[in-house]
């Protein structure tokens, strides 16, 4: 009894398991809902999400530099107990033993000047001194303090980062937003060369199972020709051969649908274990894209446009560094009130004007052809970047100019072998009647089932290199020409 229990559990479980794989889950997926699927989960649009909002905050950590900054600096405490060593007045040396503190606070609200490089800032600061050695007639704490003060840093003829990051950053940031989708369209590109591999590995697969299909029709009847001596022995060998032939392309199609049906799931994010069905996008958009217009909207709206004028503008603040380094000049002003008492309140008690102003230099005398040398090589870098721009530019329209053209040459080609399909389908079912009837030889027959299989083929490759070429063109204009719309908002 115990064994037969046994026995009823592992057939029941047999039976579940089999029942799970019938039931396994089959996911049929169009192009653009692959597409639509990698750019929401793939780990490729993932990073490109990571990468965006990188540059944000790095956009955002710019921004702050021109704004306001409140800081509190301090010590507390400087505790410090030591002997140390005190000239007198005759000259001689006393080491006196020494237990003090002392703590500083200062708060200050600063902002820099962005168009001259300066900053201007508003402070106010409070300093004790603490001296635990003091004798019960000394005063033991002590303060000092500044109720206010202002003070201005302007550097003079020297080069102003504040200004050129107010030039540079902007176009980066914009740059930014336009590489995100213009990566999110490499992603529909890249998704789209899978799913077309894909599809043609299931198209090899109808193929090869037709044809298994079809070759052991005809070997049937070939057979029972030969069975009734109105055909030669090696006709039915030819035959033969043919179906062993295809045998092995449909194993060989099958084992290239499992590689393409794991690299597609494997990129999109999906469960190794599912099944997935593609239904071919036969149905194109039809659209004119004048080339003109094309090249037109990729300098408006690619980031690698707004590049060309962001690298001028860092040659030029490179050459701007490089003047700035001949010499260097501070100004410092200071204005405010300061005061010590012995107490903290006393401290904002009739205060005493506090002033400084300074100027700070430093001029290279001999400086044996130093800033020279750093003034020529960055006005050689300049140039530089202008020649490399322009040709830069030269083949970024040329390369706009080439896919146009090819996408609408593909397009040609995609009608012509649309009808050369169609023809060669019809063909071979002619053919293979007439091969029933005996009016066909079987090495017609071969050449005509040749024929149907490769414009089944070059079909559908003109099929995936039409869809190629339109997300390839989304990515190099970021336009989506069949809806005649930007495809990345500015803000």
């Keep these: 009894m115990k064994r037969l229990s046994i026995v009823l559990f592992c057939l029941f479980a047999f039976h579940l398991s089999v029942s799970e794989s019938i039931a396994q889950e089959v996911v049929t997926y169009t192009l653009q809902e692959m597409v639509q699927r990698a750019k929401d989960r793939s780990p490729a649009s993932l990073r490109a999400k990571t990468r965006r909002e990188n540059r944000y905050w790095q956009y955002r950590l710019f921004r702050s530099n021109y704004n306001p900054q409140l800081r509190l600096n301090g010590t507390i405490p400087s ?30 609200l600063q902002q820099v000047i962005s168009p001259t490089g300066g900053v201007i800032s508003v402070n106010t600061s409070t300093n004790r001194f603490d001296n635990f050695l003091a004798g019960p007639n000394d005063i033991q704490t002590r303060w000092s303090g500044v109720p206010v003060n202002v003070r201005f840093q ?73 069975d009734l001596g109105t055909t030669f022995e090696d006709k039915l060998l030819q035959v033969e051969l043919q179906v062993l032939q295809a045998r092995q392309d449909l194993a060989q199609a099958k084992l290239d649908l499992e590689s393409s049906a794991l690299a597609v799931k494997s990129f999109i994010g999906l469960d190794p274990n599912t099944e997935i069905e593609l239904d071919s996008p036969e149905e194109v ?44 000049v501070q100004l410092n002003a200071s204005y405010g009130y300061n005061n010590a008492a012995f107490t903290w309140s006393d401290i904002y008690q009739n205060p005493n004007t506090q002033a400084l102003v300074s100027l700070g230099f430093s ?31 030269i083949n970024f329209e040329q390369e706009i100019f080439t896919k146009v053209k090819n996408f609408l040459m593909i397009r040609e080609r995609l009608q012509v072998t649309k009808v050369s399909d169609e023809v060669a389908q019809r063909r071979y079912e002619i053919a293979i009647k007439r091969y029933q009837s005996g009016n066909v030889s079987i090495t017609d027959l071969s050449i005509a089932q040749n024929e149907k299989d490769t414009n089944r083929r070059a079909y559908f490759s003109a099929l995936k290199d039409y869809w190629l070429a339109y997300y390839e063109l989304r990515a190099l204009t970021l336009f989506d020409f069949e809806n005649q719309e930007l495809l990345y908002k500015t803000e």
């Design 79 to 108: 505790y410090s107990q030591a002997f140390n060593s005190i000239t007198q007045p005759d000259g001689s040396i006393e080491f006196l033993e020494v237990q003090q503190n002392f703590m500083d606070l200062e708060l200050g």
């Design 285 to 328: 958009p039809f659209f004119d894209v004048n080339v003109d217009d094309a090249i037109e909207l990729a300098f408006q709206n690619r980031a690698e446009a707004l590049g060309f004028q962001r690298r001028k503008i860092e040659a030029e603040a490179a050459m701007a560094e490089a003047k700035g380094q001949r010499f260097a």
């Design 154 to 226: 302007q550097p003079l003829f020297a080069y102003n980062p504040y200004k050129w990051d107010k030039k540079i950053q902007p176009l980066l940031f914009e740059e930014s937003k336009r590489e995100y989708v213009q990566e999110m369209e490499e992603v529909s590109f890249f998704v789209s060369q899978l799913f077309f591999d894909y599809l043609l590995a299931q198209v090899n697969v109808g193929i090869a199972q037709q044809n298994l299909t079809n070759t052991e029709e005809i070997f049937s009847i070939e057979q029972a020709r030969y």
């Design 363 to 393: 001029v290279p005398i001999l400086d044996w052809g130093r800033n020279k040398a750093r003034l020529a090589q960055a006005e050689a870098n300049q140039q530089l970047v202008e020649y490399t721009v322009q040709q830069d530019e």
